[in-house]
């Protein structure tokens, strides 16, 4: 799989590279800013793009636009962002496109080889990463709605549906059994009106819109 | 010490007085404020003198028909913008002979009636009656001090000139020259002294009064209040980015490195295993409180996104259900923003510490100019804040309502005993 690195902290770059690279990908380019990123994105048409969210010029979130018109120049490329903070605003920038092959996630998680490069693949074959933090400030702000009937149990699961787990990763994570998860989002799905079909990640996406991002 | 000795001590310091610098300076300024003393009783005499005649001629209908009414009329309409001239340039002449004679500065006042129609503004303002006050006083120390002065200087000339005159009778020439010494002896004093008189009356009426002095030192404080306040939001703010340009990149790498290490040597002797497993853990901790630490510093989201997003995030990390509303559709300035927020965090910190609460709840709505912040809880009430000696659960209460006060805002705490708990701040946003 091959993989584009955009990171203006050449420390990161390097360290993103070999961990990549030691993990089995193929990192094509390792660029420090999103007008570059660009270039190499046109040039290279990878599978996937890591993009950190504060870049040059301006330090604030080049990475998160320059996300956005790689996802509509680029539909092919998966696109994982990090960050050092995560904010439910970017998350909402990054989402409003499409809710598919998309990660974010804090910087942190990079320090966890394995989960991070489980992200990796699970971004990359189409699915979503979103860090427990994103999701709980994505559930903050739509709280005075339907979820508001949730239980905090099915809030939970609902988040680590969220976060991309499927049913066998929440129970591993819950630490119950797969027939009490199997009801926890049977009832998550009629208490917010959406039809109980599909794969995992359809799940997520039905959440991810029913929230509104 | 003897009588004669103290006596001749006196006589030697009276003499050494007439070379001192001090004595020359004030008799420069003493003759310099007859100088302009005399310019300014030409000026406003005349000008008085003009303007009385034409009301005179006025109230005893002129003589020359309608040419002249119009003439006087005209006089009395401009003599007050003349005099105003006057007043003002006489102002600007003494301001500046008391900075060249003496070194001294007299404060400006606030312009005066700088908001009313000119000249009725600065003809209303109390500023330029003190000032027309000096000038007419200066007509009389001015020139009666010079002359003082001067004549105390000239006694010994005068003395000299009158012996010289032919043979007055001894006992009248040793009289005249004691009393000429006496004056020259006295002139150092006598020059001081009316420049003293001179400096301390410019200063009451030239220079601003003690109210006007007031706001002006209230407006400078004001602004340089707000400067360091701004200063020290701008500090944090770069603080905030070589952290995460530095020590936070760093650290990032380090758990990655030894997160690598960790999957790579997985089978490696036990010791080692652990040793890394225990830097790796000890990494992540590590970042996780560096960047709550920077976020305490000055969260970046709110310089990128502002207050909305960065509340969101607020909320969202808050370990108890909040209920967050933001209707601000003009954003108010960074620092303003700054202090909105760290209310809020603080005061949800202390709700999440203290209050018991199930729920909070947030609102900052811009009203016009001002902010309002209101952050309620349904806990168990009986927050105050600190009295001032450190202790207690109030200080970061105290430190809301300091933060708040240094941008003239204000903040009030409500929480009767049995809740619920409302913090309330209203700070101005210019427009």
Request: net charge neutral; glycine share 10%; with cysteine.
């Amino acid at each position: 799989m091959r993989i584009v690195i955009a990171e203006d902290s050449v420390l990161l770059r390097d360290g993103l590279t070999r961990m990549l690279t030691a993990g089995g990908f193929e990192v094509v380019a390792a660029v420090p800013d999103a007008g570059q990123l660009l270039r190499a994105v046109a040039e290279h048409e990878p599978d996937l793009a890591v993009i950190d969210v504060r870049m040059p010029p301006t330090h604030t979130d080049e990475g998160i636009r320059a996300a956005l018109v790689i996802r509509r120049q680029y539909p092919g490329v998966a696109l994982l962002v990090l960050s050092q903070y995560v904010e439910e605003s970017y998350a909402t920038d990054l989402l409003s496109e499409t809710t598919s092959s998309v990660g974010y996630l804090l910087k942190d998680r990079v320090a966890h080889v394995g989960d991070f490069l489980d992200a990796v693949r699970r971004v990359a074959a189409g699915g979503t990463a979103l860090d427990p933090e994103v999701v709980a400030q994505l559930l903050v702000r739509r709280r005075d709605d339907p979820i508001g009937r949730l239980t905090p149990r099915e809030l939970h699961v609902l988040r680590l549906m969220a976060e991309g787990r499927s049913n066998s990763g929440i129970v591993a994570e819950l630490k119950v059994s797969p027939s009490a998860v199997e009801k926890y989002v049977t009832n998550i799905f009629v208490k917010l009106d959406l039809p109980p079909t599909g794969t995992d990640h359809r799940r997520v996406l039905a959440v991810l819109k029913y929230l509104g991002t | 010490m003897t009588s004669a000795d103290r006596t001749s001590r006196r006589v030697g310091a009276a003499v050494s007085a007439l070379w001192s610098g001090s004595a020359w300076r004030a008799t420069g300024n003493a003759l310099a404020a007859l100088l302009v003393g005399l310019v300014g009783g030409i000026l406003l005499g005349g000008l008085a003198l003009i303007w009385g005649a034409a009301i005179y001629s006025l109230v005893h209908w002129p003589v020359g028909g309608w040419g002249h009414a119009v003439l006087y009329i005209a006089v009395v309409v401009v003599g007050p913008v003349l005099a105003l001239w006057a007043v003002q340039g006489l102002t600007a002449l003494q301001r500046s002979r008391l900075r060249a004679t003496l070194g001294v500065d007299i404060p400006l006042g606030p312009r005066a009636g700088e908001r009313k129609p000119w000249p009725v503004g600065p003809w209303l303002a109390a500023a330029t009656w003190r000032q027309l006050g000096f000038h007419l006083l200066a007509i009389v120390t001015g020139v009666g001090g010079g002359c003082l002065v001067a004549a105390c200087w000239l006694a010994p000339l005068a003395a000299i000139a009158y012996l010289a005159a032919g043979g007055p009778p001894p006992a009248a020439a040793a009289a005249a020259l004691i009393a000429a010494a006496g004056l020259l002896l006295a002139a150092p004093w006598a020059a001081r002294q009316v420049t003293r008189a001179d400096q301390a009356s410019a200063r009451a009426l030239l220079g601003p009064s003690h109210n006007e002095e007031l706001a002006l030192r209230l407006e400078s404080m004001t602004r340089s209040r707000a400067d360091a306040v701004a200063a020290a939001d701008t500090e944090r703010r770069r603080i905030e980015r070589d952290l995460h340009d530095g020590a936070q990149q760093r650290l990032v790498s380090l758990a990655m490195n030894l997160g690598m290490a960790r999957a790579r040597f997985a089978d490696a002797p036990e010791p080692v295993r652990q040793a890394i497993a225990d830097a790796h853990d000890e990494a992540v901790l590590a970042l996780s409180e560096l960047r709550e630490f920077i976020r305490g510093l000055h969260p970046a989201v709110l310089s990128d996104r502002g207050l909305d997003a960065a509340l969101s995030g607020l909320a969202a990390r808050a370990p108890l259900p909040v209920r967050l509303r933001v209707d601000v559709p003009r954003p108010a300035s960074p620092t303003i923003e700054a202090v909105a927020y760290f209310i809020v965090s603080e005061a949800l910190t202390n709700v999440a510490k203290h209050a018991q609460a199930t729920r909070a709840e947030v609102t900052v709505l811009r009203e016009r100019d001002v902010l309002r912040i209101a952050v309620t809880d349904d806990g168990c009430g009986g927050a105050v804040p600190a009295t001032g000696d450190g202790a207690g659960d109030g200080t970061g209460l105290r430190g809301l309502a300091q933060r708040a006060a240094a941008v003239d805002g204000s903040l009030t705490i409500d929480s009767p005993p049995g809740g619920p708990t409302v913090i309330a701040a209203e700070l101005p946003c210019e427009s």
